[in-house]
């Protein structure tokens, strides 16, 4: 994984923040029962849950329940550029998305990316509340 710089207080308050209206991100969500539904992601943290993929083995046991969530890599390097100003972060998920093979050692990859950046922020939050 690569190492992200620490973000700024700007930063940080910008991806813990919602987005304003029109710069919600749309992820898709894939159900053997209900095919593909459009699910409107409103906040960095909400991405990062929305990434979680399921092991091949939890979508098989789950059946007619699992879902598969799926954001286009390049939307969402996009839309941490614009909308949060994370120039960094966008960078490793270009970096990220032109070393995977198939979609879910990508989405693997760039959660991992957002996780690392969540965390920053959140530790730069408890930081924060210490001083």
């Known amino acids: ?5 620490e973000p700024t207080e ?4 910008k991806l813990l923040s919602p987005v304003g209206a029109g710069e919600h991100l749309v992820g898709l ?8 539904q459009q699910y409107p ?3 960095f943290r909400q991405a990062v849950n929305f990434l979680r993929l399921d092991s091949a083995g939890e ?4 059946g007619p329940r699992a879902s598969i969530p799926y954001v286009e890599p390049k939307v ?3 839309w941490v550029a614009e ?10 998920i270009r970096e990220a ?3 995977g093979n198939y979609y879910v050692e990508r989405m693997d990859s760039i959660r991992e990316l957002m996780e690392q950046r969540l965390s920053q922020c959140e530790a730069a939050l408890r930081d924060e509340s210490t001083v």
């Open 29 to 36: 969500k894939m159900t053997p029962m209900s095919g593909v």
């Open 83 to 92: 909308v949060f100003g994370d120039t960094d972060l966008a960078d490793a």
């Open 1 to 5: 994984m690569v190492p992200l710089s």
């Open 10 to 13: 700007e930063l940080v308050t």
């Open 41 to 43: 992601i409103h906040g």
């Open 59 to 62: 979508v098989l046991a789950m």
């Open 97 to 99: 998305t032109n070393r």
């Open 76 to 78: 969402l390097e996009r």
